[in-house]
């Protein structure tokens, strides 16, 4: 029964193991029971739960009690090293010549969790947006008023200052009209839109990044690029978050291209960066939530990329080799109509 069981169970005596189940010895990450017995079950628990541990230890053999304990979080190590979230019960199932064996059932929480922690985050994140959406929107209208009057002084005298003046007010409003159009909640607007221009004002916002990191963005677009159904803002994101990634692969600088190509029915555009690369045994780990070697990184940029592109039936995929650089490769249908 307990060995079939499909939830991880493990039976120990005075802290060492002495029977796995098979979804046990899953979650652990060993390869067969014989690995794991004679182990102290400490060697698998988080050290911030030691203390717990212990204590529910002493209380499960206490013949004056109940000797039942309820499910409580405890962070396991695996064998590969990773942290699970879990949460154990244990019960007393039988006292061998004064010595407690305990079985002890575990519930797998990580997935909960990392759930939990996704919403918690994405909240944050379009807080951030809405408050961020707030401040352009207050920028704007003085905006309005400085371009006017720069306006009026420029017809008046005949400096060029007045002209740079209103060629920056304009950049600024062309970046703060962008940031609000993005910042709006995203309600799908599918509609033949040309990618080239998408990605034109995505690189509007992000010129100062580059520039500031010394990277060229070069942009190698066919002629006639058909037309994508698609909606504009979330496709936006998604080129945001690849050059993002992109400029920050290349903190001393470089070339980042973006070419296009297409076949009768296929759009492929491709971000090509010479930053430091992705190491192969993180290529495969790239999109999942979470996942970001960057200090202040959420690691949600790629995730979001693979679902709004998903979302638009179309494709994406990474190659990168260490120390060259990486391409992003996505592919769109194009509708014939
Ligand atoms: N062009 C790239 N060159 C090198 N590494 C990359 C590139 N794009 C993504 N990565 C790697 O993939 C990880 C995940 O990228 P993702 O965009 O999902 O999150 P992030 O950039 O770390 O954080 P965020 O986008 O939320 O700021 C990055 O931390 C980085 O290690
Ligand atoms: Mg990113």
């Given at each position: 029964?307990?060995?079939?069981?499909?939830?991880?169970?493990?039976?120990?005596?005075?802290?060492?193991?002495?029977f796995?189940?098979r979804?046990?010895i899953?979650?652990i990450g060993?390869?067969?029971?014989e690995?794991?017995?004679?182990?102290s079950i400490?060697?698998?628990?988080?050290?911030?739960?030691?203390?717990?541990?212990?204590?529910?230890?002493?209380?499960v053999?206490?013949?004056?009690?109940?000797?039942?304990?309820?499910?409580?979080?405890?962070?396991l190590?695996?064998?590969d090293?990773?942290?699970?979230?879990?949460?154990?019960?244990?019960v007393?199932?039988?006292n061998?010549?004064g010595?407690?064996v305990?079985?002890s059932?575990?519930?797998?929480?990580?997935?909960?969790?990392?759930?939990e922690?996704?919403?918690?985050?994405?909240?944050k994140?379009?807080t951030?947006g809405q408050?961020?959406?707030?401040?352009a929107?207050?920028?704007?209208?003085?905006?309005?008023?400085?371009k006017?009057?720069t306006?009026?002084?420029?017809s008046?005298y005949?400096?060029?200052?007045?002209?740079?003046?209103?060629e920056?007010?304009?950049?600024?409003?062309?970046i703060?009209?962008?940031?609000?159009?993005?910042?709006?909640?995203?309600?799908?607007d599918?509609?033949?839109?040309?990618?080239?221009?998408?990605?034109?004002?995505?690189?509007?916002?992000?010129?100062?990044?580059?520039i500031?990191?010394?990277?060229?963005?070069?942009?190698?677009f066919?002629?006639n690029?058909?037309?994508?159904?698609?909606?504009?803002?979330?496709?936006?994101?998604?080129?945001?978050?690849?050059?993002?990634?992109?400029?920050?692969?290349m903190?001393?600088?470089?070339?980042?291209?973006?070419?296009?190509?297409e076949?009768?029915?296929?759009?492929?555009?491709?971000?090509?960066?010479q930053g430091n690369?992705?190491?192969?045994?993180?290529l495969?780990?790239?999109?999942q939530?979470?996942?970001?070697?960057?200090?202040?990184?959420t690691?949600?940029?790629?995730?979001?990329c693979?679902?709004?592109?998903?979302?638009?039936k179309?494709?994406?995929?990474?190659?990168?080799?260490?120390?060259?650089?990486?391409?992003?490769?996505?592919?769109?249908?194009?509708?014939?109509?």
């Amino acid at each position: 029964m307990v060995e079939i069981s499909p939830e991880p169970i493990i039976v120990h005596s005075e802290e060492i193991l002495i029977f796995l189940n098979r979804a046990a010895i899953k979650l652990i990450g060993a390869d067969s029971q014989e690995e794991m017995i004679g182990r102290s079950i400490f060697d698998f628990i988080h050290h911030d739960y030691h203390a717990i541990v212990k204590r529910r230890l002493l209380a499960v053999g206490d013949k004056d009690k109940d000797n039942y304990l309820e499910f409580v979080p405890i962070e396991l190590i695996r064998i590969d090293g990773e942290n699970i979230a879990t949460e154990i019960s244990s019960v007393e199932a039988f006292n061998f010549l004064g010595r407690a064996v305990i079985q002890s059932v575990i519930r797998d929480t990580s997935a909960r969790k990392r759930n939990e922690e996704l919403l918690e985050r994405t909240e944050k994140l379009s807080t951030i947006g809405q408050l961020a959406a707030g401040v352009a929107h207050e920028i704007r209208n003085p905006l309005t008023a400085l371009k006017g009057f720069t306006q009026l002084l420029k017809s008046k005298y005949s400096d060029p200052y007045f002209t740079i003046m209103l060629e920056e007010l304009n950049r600024i409003n062309l970046i703060v009209n962008e940031f609000m159009l993005l910042s709006k909640p995203s309600i799908s607007d599918m509609k033949p839109n040309h990618i080239k221009i998408l990605i034109d004002n995505v690189i509007i916002l992000l010129q100062a990044q580059a520039i500031s990191n010394s990277v060229l963005i070069v942009n190698e677009f066919t002629e006639n690029m058909p037309p994508i159904s698609c909606d504009p803002n979330q496709l936006k994101q998604v080129f945001i978050n690849i050059i993002r990634n992109a400029i920050e692969a290349m903190p001393n600088g470089g070339n980042l291209t973006i070419h296009s190509e297409e076949t009768p029915e296929k759009l492929f555009i491709r971000f090509i960066d010479q930053g430091n690369g992705i190491p192969k045994e993180q290529l495969a780990k790239l999109g999942q939530p979470f996942f970001t070697t960057k200090e202040k990184g959420t690691g949600l940029g790629l995730m979001v990329c693979y679902n709004i592109i998903e979302a638009h039936k179309g494709t994406m995929f990474i190659e990168s080799e260490q120390g060259r650089g990486t391409t992003v490769n996505t592919i769109f249908p194009i509708q014939i109509s």
